[in-house]
């Protein structure tokens, strides 16, 4: 059964990277893998977008292996504002599926 | 204008109540999504309007009628819900229906229905 998924909770301090992975078993050759990040009481934001290999943008890197299977979402250098929940938006058997949501906490 | 905007920002309606949510968009997209989205849940994917036509319905119950009226707004007609309907509703827009467009959110409707 195709599934979206990804980690519950992770924990950081300010400065540190944070890495999150998603894995995606069942995505098309053409789709993509997209990340948002959502505030309580907020609409989800658009972080970041890739296809294949490594995609970096001013807030974001994303990689992605050659089999599709999975992508991380990296974060460098947190900071306390970066506490939210991030979800992966992949199709899975052609169904536009966000995974579970990993809540990212900031520590100072 | 890279905003969604949706209306109203609360709503509460009892079982036997008719409401309507209103999402505008005028980003010029011709993609236009309903989520719902239960507390610390993801969002659902309930209806996805591709040039003004209804081109996904996730098997969603018909008391929810959603309508385009044009390419700039959307609307989820509400009828006869029951409690469990009680959720934050997010209206998304993209320039096409693709993976590859990213969506825009709007803020959402938190609806409660007693």
């Known amino acids: 059964l195709a599934k979206t998924t990804q980690p519950i909770s992770m924990d950081s301090y300010e400065g540190q990277e944070v890495n999150i992975t998603c894995s995606h078993n069942?995505?098309?050759?053409?789709?993509?893998i997209t990340w948002y990040q959502q505030f309580p009481s907020q609409g989800p934001r658009f972080i970041i977008q890739?296809?294949?290999t490594k995609v970096t943008n001013e807030v974001a890197s994303l990689f992605i292996p050659a089999d599709r299977k999975s992508s991380t979402l990296s974060l460098p250098r947190v900071s306390l504002s970066d506490t939210a929940v991030y979800y992966c938006l992949a199709p899975n058997d052609y169904k536009l599926s966000f995974g579970a949501g990993t809540t990212v906490t900031v520590r100072a | 204008d890279t905003e969604v905007t949706q209306t109203p920002k609360h709503l509460v309606m009892g079982m036997t109540n008719k409401k309507s949510l209103k999402c505008e968009q005028h980003?010029?997209?011709?993609?236009m999504y309903w989520y719902k989205q239960k507390a610390k849940k993801p969002p659902e994917l309930m209806f996805v309007?591709?040039?003004?036509?209804?081109?996904i319905n996730e098997s969603v119950p018909s008391r929810f009628s959603p309508e385009c009226p044009n390419s700039s707004l959307l609307n989820l007609h509400l009828h006869a819900l029951q409690p469990e309907d009680s959720a934050l509703y997010l209206c998304a827009s993209s320039q096409g229906s693709a993976s590859s467009y990213e969506q825009y959110f709007g803020p959402g409707t938190r609806l409660t229905v007693t």
């Open positions: 309007y591709s040039y003004e036509k209804l081109s």
């Open positions: 890739g296809y294949k």
């Open positions: 980003m010029g997209h011709r993609a």
């Open positions: 069942n995505i098309a050759t053409n789709d993509y």
